[in-house]
Each structure stands twice: as C-alpha cells, then as structure tokens.
C-alpha cells in the first residue's frame, strides 16, 4: 500500500464504511499526481498501476543472448550512366521518417559527360568483287542475300549500283526455261533433243512468235509461209515442267500455228540462287544499310539482292569537312542544322544519327553545292527517345519491398563526376529495416516493441506499447528482410496486478456492460473526492487496452 497523507479523520471514516480498496485507489492516483506536478506538469492520465486501471502490460524486456548478423537493412541507390559511360560512382541515401531526404556521395565516379545526339553524312561503299555466296552467309559479320527465284546457271544479274553478278548453280524444282540462241539444228530427232511440231502457216522471214511460256522466236526462213528455220531469241518468262510443248500465242505477222517440244538439251533448269560470284564492283557508290536490288538480268530470274555489311566492301572517295548539330524536340528529332558544309558529299547521302537511346530517327542530305557542300539535311523519321542523356539514379527500398511512394531524383554532374542529386519527390517507405520483435501470450495482448542492434547483435528490445492482460509472454526475435539474423533470446516482465481485483469489471460497469452497483460506488467515491479538492477529474476508456479504465486529471 502506497504511503500517503493525503487522508482526514473524517475521510477515514467514510472509507472504513465503504472498503479500503477505495483507499488504495485514491492513494495510488495522488502518488501519480504529485509525479506529474515534479515534472511541472497541470494533468496527468492514471492509467496503471490502480486497482481499477491495472493492465497487467509488459514493463521491459531484458536481452538474454544478442545473436548475429541481425543487420539493419537500408534503402540503396545506384547511379545509372544511361549511355554516358560513366563509372564507379556510388551514393548513400539519407533517409528522415520513411522518405529519403538526401544523399551522401561516396564516390564521385568519372565519365559522366551528358550526351545529345549527334548526326554524320555516311561514306559511300562500292562492293568487293570475286566475293560470292560465303562472304553473303550472315555469319562473323557478313552480309546478307535473298535468293528470288527463275534464275539459271551462268545467268548475269545486274544490280542497282551497277555491279554484276554471275549465278553459280540453282535449286533445281523441275521448273526448266528454253535455251536462248539454240535454232532449229537443235530440235531435230526428238528424245533430248527436242522436235519442231508445227511450222505453222502464214510467216514471213524475220516475224517474231511469242510462245506459251513468253519465250521469243525469230523466224529465219520460210518455205510457202511454213517456218524451216528459226532461233530462240530469248529465253521465256514463266518456267514449265520438262518436255512440255511450247505453242504460239502471238506473233508480229500474220502466222498462226508453230509449236516446238523440247527435249532436256534445249531446256535449262531455273530456280533459287544457290551460288554466285560477284563479277565486277558497280561504278555508282551506295551506302551500308540497304539492299542492292536486280536492276535487270540475262535470263528470267527475279527478286535476288544482296544486303552488304563493311565485310563486303571498299570505301568510296566521299565528302569531307562537315559538321552538323541534331535538334530534338520531346525526344524526336526534329531538325539537323548544317554548322559547317564541308565538301564533296552527293544529294541523298544518308546522315546517320547516333544517340545511347534514341531509335527510329533516319534523314538525308536533301541538298549540296557546287563542290559538294551540304546545303541542307532533310528529316525523314523523327524516331523516339532522343533526350540529352544523363547519369540517373535507381533507389531501392530496403528489403527489396515496394515503396508506398517513389523516390524521383536528378543527378547533378559537373567535369564528369557526381556531385549529388536534386530530390524531386522524397517517396515513401524508405525507413530502414531493423530487426522486430513480437511477444506471444494466452491472454494478453496489444504489446510493440523496437528493437536496436550494433555489431550485428541485438542488443535492446524498448517497450513502445506495454499492452494488456500478460501472464506468460514469450519473446521472438526476427531479423529484417534480406539478412539472416539468428541466435538472439529475450525475456519480458510485466506488471502484475496486486490488488485482487478484475479491472476489466470496472471498465464495463463504466461503460453500462453490467450492473455492480459496489463498483459503481467506489468509481463515483474517487470521483467525488478528487472533485471535492477542485481536481477536474473523469473516468474514460483506456484506449491502449480498451477494456480497462483510466482516470484524467486536470489540476
């Protein structure tokens, strides 16, 4: 029982008539005022430590054993380059309540220069002759070629920038064309050497027919309008099976009627290109980056182009001296001004645009001088992505978990290294991570704790919240996320309710939950007395537990 001397005569009389719990009650409120009046205070909440308010919380918790490697995990950040190079620099996040209010640098790193786009005439190629297929096999650098199709041994393809290319074999489908310059010597006694069916009537010397497959006839002589002798002037457009009958379907005179069958030696097979030798490098230049395409051929072959990379060809004399300077807009390139002409580039050389993000953006000279100068680039694609790169930072929070909030932040650099970061939006749920600990009990409840370690031991468990109605409690230690904490043991004490009494009784006769008209006595006697010696006092829910009372005073 607390020593009190607060107490008359009189008041001892009304308390021996009601019980001496009241007295306990009183007296224990009174030693918690003259406490709160210590600490120069003008109110104090009673809510402990009473017969009425006792909360059986947890009072402390001593560490028995500290563990190890119960780090305290923080929220990290790293400094991107994003394309600028630059290396080595690593921050620190400065982190108040859960959002990051700064950075420490610890080392300023190098190479983070900003970086625009920049943009360069390209250099005209011309094609590396004696190459062939190998050297166009998509491997260790070389490029490529489409095969197309209808072309035949020994045919001569010639392409856009006037290189030639000659056929080396083909894919042999069973699709075959006439032998372009054979004549009628050649078709003569049938089987492989073929047969002319029909002379046909009505034809002069030097009428052309058109056959079936497009292959073109010239007649040579004729006896009565028959034809006796012909050449095929050039071999058909569309191919046929073996040994089909070739008939007339036009003619530039008024003869009707020729035929010929011909045998496997008046046909050639045609197909895909399997093999080829470039035959000579074309005299226009051409850039890298774009097909060659067939301009015209010797047979009937189309659609075979060769796609060259630098493996492929030799550099043409090309322009010198200019300088130019990429304006971007939201990210697309918008403009390319001509700061210095230079001299000898051709209208419509590509201007190649390089930037660590930027894609898409293509343009062109559109326009030179007399000797050359670039008078005028022309934007042909705007492309995307093409901002000033800069160094930016990622910060993660601590434990790998998702922020309620992000962080947003720019770097600042100055001569290539970090100087720090300007915080845009400091984020949420950036607060270190310490280890927690948690208390399990069979009856009671509402305790939380912190934790502190050092070293990587526990090595104080504070009580924030003592709870309420704790007979047993057992302590857990867990570690943060991501570290790997073991070993650590604690112990709890709580404050134990002396008095004999239920204080959760007082609570719901309080709040109307049962009716006990004793307690509803002793509840208004102290009431009554502290309000007797001017103290503004009630009785109210604890919200810590919310099953007990406690008492506010005001003096």
């Known amino acids: 029982m607390a020593n009190c001397s607060f107490i008359g005569a009189v008041e001892a009389r009304n308390i021996a008539r009601n019980n001496t719990l009241i007295w306990e009650e009183i007296c224990e409120i009174q030693t918690q005022i003259l406490g709160a009046i210590d600490g120069n205070l003008y109110s104090v909440i009673v809510n402990d430590g009473t017969p009425m308010t006792s909360t059986q919380s947890i009072l402390s918790v001593a560490v028995t054993a500290g563990g190890a490697n119960y780090n305290l995990v923080a929220a990290t950040a790293v400094i991107n380059p994003n394309g600028t190079g630059g290396s080595a620099a690593t921050v620190t996040p400065i982190v108040t309540g859960t959002a990051i209010t700064g950075f420490t640098v610890d080392t300023p790193g190098s190479g983070y220069t900003p970086v625009s786009a920049t943009a360069t005439p390209s250099a005209p190629s011309d094609l590396n002759d004696a190459q062939d297929e190998t050297d166009y096999d998509n491997t260790g650098g070389d490029g490529t070629f489409s095969a197309g199709n209808y072309y035949f041994a020994g045919e001569v393809i010639t392409l ?33 050497n073929g047969t002319l069916d029909s002379g046909g009537s009505g034809y002069t010397a030097l009428d052309t027919i058109t056959l079936s497959d497009g292959t073109i006839i010239t007649v040579d002589t004729v006896a009565v309008g ?21 008939i007339q379907i036009s003619s530039s005179g008024g003869g009707s009627g020729f035929a010929i069958t011909p045998g496997t030696n008046n046909e050639t097979i045609v197909g895909a290109v399997l093999t080829f030798t470039v035959g000579s490098a074309g005299v226009d230049p051409f850039f890298l980056g774009t097909s060659i395409a067939q301009v015209s051929t010797t047979g009937i072959g189309t659609g075979f182009n060769l796609t060259p990379t630098a493996a492929n060809v030799g550099a043409l004399a090309g322009g010198t001296g200019a300088a130019l300077t990429v304006i971007q807009t939201a990210g697309s390139v918008t403009a390319i001004i001509v700061n210095t002409p230079g001299s000898g580039y051709l209208s419509g050389t590509p201007v190649a645009i390089s930037h660590p993000n930027g894609t898409g953006a293509t343009a062109s000279v559109s326009s030179v001088g007399g000797s050359g100068e670039i008078l005028a680039v022309t934007v042909t694609t705007a492309g995307s992505g093409y901002q000033q790169a800069v160094a930016t930072v990622t910060v993660t929070a601590p434990g790998g978990l998702t922020p309620a909030l992000a962080f947003a932040g720019t770097v600042t650099t100055a001569g290539g290294v970090v100087t720090g970061i300007v915080i845009t939006e400091g984020g949420s749920g950036y607060a ?21 370690v050092a070293g990587g031991a526990v090595t104080a468990i504070n009580v924030v919240t003592g709870g309420s109605g704790y007979t047993a409690p057992i302590m857990t230690i867990t570690a943060a996320p991501t570290s790997s904490g073991s070993g650590a043991t604690a112990t709890a004490t709580i404050g134990t309710n002396t008095f004999g009494t239920i204080p959760s009784d007082y609570y719901d006769v309080l709040i109307g939950q049962s009716t006990n008209a004793v307690y509803a006595d002793q509840i208004q006697y102290v009431l009554d007395y502290f ?24 003096w």
Do not use: C, H, K
């Open 531 to 554: 309000t007797s010696l001017g103290y503004n006092i009630r009785a109210q829910t604890n919200s810590a537990t919310a099953d007990t009372i406690q008492w506010q005073i005001i």
């Open 226 to 246: 028959v034809v006796t002798e012909f050449t095929v002037t050039s071999s058909g457009t569309s191919s046929r099976a073996v040994a089909v009958q070739r």
């Open 432 to 452: 270190p991570l310490y280890p927690t600990a948690t208390v399990s009990d069979p009856t009671g409840v509402g305790a939380t704790f912190t934790v502190n």
């Open 160 to 192: 856009g920038e006037n290189s030639t290319i000659t056929v080396g074999s083909v894919t042999n489908a069973g699709q075959r064309v006439l032998i372009a310059a054979q004549d009628e010597t050649d078709y003569v006694g049938g089987g492989a």
